[in-house]
């Protein structure tokens, strides 16, 4: 059965620190980890990743994934009070399907 | 916007009823799927679909159905409704193909008293 662990469950920081999210996995067949965003309502796609050491960013959100020991990271720079949601990881599989952790509760203060 | 629309979007409903979700999308996507949200849980997937009449268990399938019949419709039935499926359902699709992220409908939230 595919497993995806994340961690920290929840992280409270002020705007303007630095945050690191993790996600390690163990999966059959994998093709692909993949990062989220939830605010109040669905989730939105952040990143894909498909090989390792390659960063994946856009704006002060990147992502690497290292397909050797099985985890990925999710940093935000500079975080602002609307960077404020879960975080969440998936894989990707053969079969189309997608296991997910339990996410990252995120809360920046002003 | 991946063109997903989920209905009805809220339902409260009694215990031992039948209850069916509907998943509309209209962009001709292949893979199709139900996903349950509870606090703690993050998303666990019920049934997913590979195609018309073509569909699979996913980790949390028990007391849940779901049907196919046109590429466009995907329908997720509890037979008879209990407390321990109060939950919020999201649908999504896959895009391109199997390899895609995911696009997520906005969610319907169902409540079992």
């Known amino acids: 059965e595919d497993k995806v662990v994340q961690s920290p469950l929840s992280l409270v920081v002020h705007e303007g620190d630095t945050v690191t999210l993790n996600c390690s996995y163990e999966v059959t067949n994998f093709r692909s980890l993949l990062w989220y965003k939830q605010e109040k309502k669905a989730p939105t796609f952040l990143f894909m990743l498909?090989?390792?050491?390659i960063e994946k960013k856009s704006g002060r959100l990147s992502s690497i994934l290292d397909k050797k020991e099985l985890f990925s990271i999710l940093n935000i720079t500079a975080t602002q009070t609307g960077d404020s949601a879960v975080y969440l990881c998936?894989?990707?599989?053969?079969?189309?399907?997608?296991?997910f952790g339990d996410g990252t509760t995120l809360t920046v203060k002003p | 916007d991946a063109g997903i629309t989920q209905s009805p979007r809220h339902k409260v409903t009694e215990t031992g009823t039948p209850v069916t979700l509907r998943c509309h999308q209209t962009e001709n996507h292949r893979y199709m799927y139900w996903y349950r949200q509870d606090p703690g849980h993050g998303l666990r997937l019920i049934h997913y679909?590979?195609?018309?009449?073509?569909?699979d268990k996913g980790e949390v399938s028990d007391g849940y159905s779901v049907s196919r019949s046109k590429t466009e419709d995907f329908l997720l039935t509890l037979e008879s409704a209990t407390s321990s499926q109060t939950s919020v359902y999201f649908c999504a699709i896959r895009n391109r193909d199997e390899t895609g992220e995911l696009f997520f409908g906005e969610g319907s939230r169902l409540t079992v008293l």
């Open positions: 498909t090989s390792s050491g």
């Open positions: 679909s590979y195609g018309v009449k073509d569909t």
């Open positions: 998936a894989d990707n599989t053969n079969a189309g399907k997608s296991t």
